[in-house]
């Protein structure tokens, strides 16, 4: 049976038009996801499944799970689907799929064609808390502040910026105690301020009992092209919190998964008042957990981290494609490389001045050595946070300088830093144990300042230790930034 609902999925998922998979965040979940998802959840032998599908597509992960019923000793003495789906084109197939189950089983069924955020929030705010399973692949788009659902999610308490997450939260809410959750979601909620109060609302609603990685952005959902790293997490209403079961693999085959398990500490840390979510990857701790040395803030440091403040289609009229008279450097990542600081780029399509005058002036940063970071990394890039040190030599006539918003720059109340303290900075931010400490709980291609905030350090008087030996050591290779940063935290 679910072979057939796995054939059904690549034939519609081929012949559905990509603009309407982008309009309504629309993503079929592959056979072997659906099958591990249904395999998260606890064994049961009898009682009364009420199982929720919210965003069902044609049925995949409903009938994993029910596949799983018929084939183990996960079941049930009568199983109640409630089965949502915007998409009507897709009722007949999904319809289908449920059917084929209920000649082998106790199953009952209705499909719902009604908008899952609208009825959630309905059923909420009536207090029928009435599901015990929840299996979902929610829907991924943008929701903006003052749009219709985020007006209705708000009568119910939550607040969150995507589809996804508020299919999660409604869900949550939705759930008898001890109900269990299992979905595949972006794993951008894991960080970031956006969606620190979904967090708040999972951790204060649910206890995560296991997180799923793959370790390839691109392999959970390759069949479509999507480019947002995803997990999958099971969640329980209502429970009390204990250790978190941590798989990973390279991709949807699951043929490396391995398993792990950690104390909830190393999940979300106790002083972490953004509550980030980390995922380790290993069951040892990372050099920089293990490393007692690194544990200073950005305040211990007198250090801040802004994101450049430099929005181009928002002073487009004061932009110069090349330096004039009037102008001072407008610094891009597109400006900084393994050979340092190269501007001004004349064959770069991004402009490399913009004028100085009364509105522009408060975007503006006085001229100095500053570490910056890009905002972006492209899919499956081999490092996360790319670090470069801006050389004021470069600029030796200029007073003040631009930074884009695609960069986020460490300054001392908007000023320059020590050129040591600039480089050791730069340098303890590109070493592969900071980097693969990041990844934990940074799932997409962004680094924020919030994130960088969050970070714990070396000390002022180490980092400015580690930048003079990298001003004098000559070109830098990974393997001399890794060892040095070994014997500096030995």
Partial sequence: MFSIVEQTRLRVSKSTDAKKKSQLGQFFTPGSTAKFMASLFTETVGGECRLLDAGAGIGSLSCAFLQRCHASTFCFDKIDLTAYELDEVLHQELIH?????????????????????????????????????????????????HSHYRLLLREVEIETVNLYSAFVALTLLLM???????????RSFCNGPYYRPFRDHLLKHAAIRHLHLFESRSKAFKDDDVLQENIIIRLERSSQQGPVSVSTSTDDSFSDIKYHEHAFDR???????????????????????????????????????????VVDFRLKAHLRNMPEPGTVPLLYPIHFGSTGTDWPKPDSKKPNAIQRNPETEKWLFPKGTYCIVRRFSSKEEKRRIVASVVD???????????????????????????????????????????????????????????????????????????????????????????????????
Wanted: glycine residues 6%.
């Fill in 176 to 186: 008898a105690p001890g109900g269990q959750i299992v979905a595949i979601i972006p």
């Fill in 392 to 490: 004021q030599a470069k600029f030796p006539t200029e007073t003040m300088l631009g930074f884009e918003n695609h960069l986020n720059v460490f300054h001392i109340n908007k000023n320059g830093l020590p050129k040591a303290l600039a480089n050791g900075l730069a340098v303890f931010l590109s070493t592969t144990a900071v980097d693969e400490n990041f990844r934990r709980f940074n799932g997409h291609t962004q680094v924020n300042a919030t994130d960088l905030k969050q970070m714990k350090y070396l000390s002022r008087d180490a980092l400015i230790e580690l930048g003079e030996w990298a001003m004098n050591a000559g070109p830098l290779t990974q393997a001399m930034i890794d060892e040095k940063f070994a014997r500096m935290t030995e």
């Fill in 97 to 145: 799929s449920l059917s084929g189950f209920t000649d082998v089983m106790p199953l009952s069924f209705k499909v719902i064609a009604g908008d899952f955020i609208e009825a959630g929030v309905n059923e909420i705010q009536f207090w029928r808390h009435t599901f015990t399973h929840a299996i979902l692949n929610p829907p991924y788009k943008k929701i903006s502040s």
């Fill in 267 to 309: 999940i979300v840390f106790p002083d972490d008042k953004e509550r980030f979510i980390h995922i380790p990857t290993s069951p040892d701790k990372n050099m920089v957990d293990r490393c007692p040395a690194i544990h200073h803030s950005l305040a211990d440091l007198g250090l801040s981290v802004s994101t450049g403040p």
